[in-house]
């Protein structure tokens, strides 16, 4: 049975800094491309970062570019995101997913291509 399972959620203040992790088992790591999603109060899942499985390979959207950086290590099956110069905008259930691996980079931003999915965990960016 795959799981995958975040933690590393919080509240932080405007600026301040927290590392999402996100550990997967029931699958072969690196046979799947990894990406982080973020869900906020009334608005849809979208896309926030990904990593293929060579992580030199990575795909960030506009708004988190500098800031956020993901990266994975697969001797632990553990992807994850470090989130630097946190926004209030920030705030959001952020979620990992698993896609396989032969996805084109740019296609790993669209959600329904994802075959595995976490709980999630919880941001929240105070002003």
């Known amino acids: 049975q795959v799981q995958l399972v975040e933690s590393g959620g919080g509240l932080v203040q405007a600026g301040g800094s927290l590392r999402l992790s996100c550990a997967a088992s029931?699958?072969?790591?690196?046979?799947?491309?990894m990406g982080w999603f973020r869900q906020a109060p009334g608005k849809e899942r979208e896309f926030v970062a990904a990593?293929?499985?060579?992580?030199?390979?990575?795909h960030y959207t506009d708004s988190v570019k500098g800031r956020f950086t993901i990266s994975r290590d697969n001797a632990k099956n553990t992807v994850y995101l470090q989130m630097n110069s946190l926004k209030p905008e920030d705030t959001a259930v952020y979620y990992c997913?698993?896609?396989?691996?032969?996805?084109?980079?740019?296609?790993?931003?669209?959600?329904?291509?994802?075959?595995?999915w976490g709980q999630g965990t919880s941001v929240a960016v105070s002003s």
């Open positions: 997913g698993a896609v396989r691996a032969g996805t084109p980079l740019l296609n790993l931003s669209i959600g329904v291509l994802y075959n595995y």
């Open positions: 029931g699958l072969t790591f690196m046979s799947y491309a």
């Open positions: 990593i293929k499985w060579s992580d030199s390979i990575t």
